[in-house]
Nanobody
Framework: QVQFVESGGGLVQPGGSLRLSCAASGMTFSTYAMGWYRQAPGKQREVVAAITSGGSTHYVDSVKGRFIISRDNAKKTVYLQMNSLKPEDTAVYYC?????????WGQGTQVTVSS
């Protein structure tokens, strides 16, 4: 079955960087748009960035110019490079299809931005 495993989160100071990875299995990865999503405490999950099967990228306004989404189809992995991190970026980060499927949500990876 389809499975996504996120990694790379951690505690970082404001202004720092992290690179998240999401390894996919059980699917023809290269044919699907993929997305990174996040959920902060007390808030709804929101899309952060997405990348189409052709490599086109889209970002929510709050992360434009700071985050970069990319994919490696040979490794069935999607990445999120996060730079200039802010406390408001603190959340659990998940990956899923570009049109997310409820059953495909994984455990996510915690990102905490704090001094």
């Amino acid at each position: 079955q389809v499975q996504f495993v996120e990694s790379g989160g951690g505690l970082v100071q404001p202004g720092g960087s992290l690179r998240l990875s999401c390894a996919a299995s059980g699917m023809t990865f290269s044919t699907y748009a993929m997305g990174w999503y996040r959920q902060a405490p007390g808030k709804q999950r929101e899309v952060v960035a997405a990348i189409t099967s052709g490599g086109s990228t889209h970002y929510v306004d709050s992360v434009k110019g700071r985050f970069i989404i990319s994919r490696d189809n040979a490794k069935k992995t999607v990445y999120l490079q996060m730079n200039s991190l802010k406390p408001e970026d603190t959340a659990v980060y998940y990956c899923n299809l570009g049109a997310p499927i409820r059953e495909y949500w994984g455990q996510g990876t915690q990102v905490t931005v704090s001094s």
